[in-house]
């Protein structure tokens, strides 16, 4: 089946074969929050990608692959992302990470606290920690960049198909966030990165490029 990016709640999986892994896309809720499923081809090793709502689901989506979780990363501490950390966590034993900016805000401590450029290691994998500030001052993003293609890019809810993320609310920054996704994401990848994102449909890095400055000049 060809991968779309396009999932609803309560509908089935996406899944996207790579070769070294597979990644698999699910929404929960009401709030259309996409859960993500990184599988290592060669090893099984997994990581989770928030786990959002619904632990039952994210345990389903977890044994639709290799049947482990040995990894939970927490994008960021808005708690539309984070209603099923505590139970995933419990029930798998996996190793839990988020910005160290955001864990303390989280309902659930992370075991370990992330900075910009660090590594987080599945398999075979290697993932790379973007900080991310403006949308909450801990939000990070994973490129894995598949030596067979392009990047591969989870962004929370820094980064969606038409601009940045929500930088409205008091704490927020969109001068932050822009300055940030320009300098870390757009100038260090190239245009066939795909980028997965917190809420609705995926998009590349060439598809968005060419609207930086409507978005710097939007403001939003």
């Given at each position: 089946m060809v991968y779309t990016g396009q999932v609803t709640p309560g509908g089935r999986s996406e899944v996207r074969?790579?070769?070294?892994?597979?990644?698999?896309?699910?929404?929960?809720?009401s709030m259309h929050n996409n859960v993500y499923?990184?599988?290592c081809t060669a090893?099984?090793?997994?990581?989770?990608?928030?786990?959002?709502d619904d632990p039952g689901r994210c345990l389903a989506l977890v044994a639709e692959g290799t049947g482990r979780l040995d990894h939970l990363v927490t994008t960021h501490q808005h708690w539309d992302h984070v209603r099923a950390l505590a139970a995933v966590a419990e029930a798998t034993g996996a190793t839990t990470y988020a910005g160290a900016d955001d864990a303390d805000?989280?309902?659930?401590?992370?075991?370990?606290?992330?900075?910009?450029?660090?590594?987080?290691?599945?398999?075979e994998l290697e993932l790379d920690v973007i900080h991310l500030r403006g949308h909450t001052p801990g939000s990070v993003a994973l490129s894995w960049r598949?030596?067979?293609?392009?990047?591969?890019l989870f962004t929370g809810d820094s980064l969606f198909p038409g601009g940045v993320g929500n930088?409205?609310?008091?704490?927020?920054?969109?001068a932050s966030l822009y300055r940030d996704v320009t300098e870390r994401v757009f100038a260090t990848h190239d245009d066939a990165t795909w980028f997965y994102p917190g809420h609705g449909d995926?998009?590349?890095?060439?598809?968005?490029?060419?609207?930086l400055e409507e978005w710097r000049a939007r403001g939003w």
């Open positions: 074969e790579l070769g070294r892994a597979t990644i698999r896309k699910m929404s929960v809720s499923l990184l599988t090893t099984g090793e997994q990581l989770l990608v928030d786990a959002a805000a989280l309902p659930l401590p992370p075991d370990v606290r992330l900075a910009h450029g660090d590594v987080v290691t599945v398999g598949d030596p067979d293609g392009g990047a591969h930088t409205k609310n008091e704490g927020q920054s969109f995926d998009s590349t890095i060439g598809a968005e490029r060419p609207h």
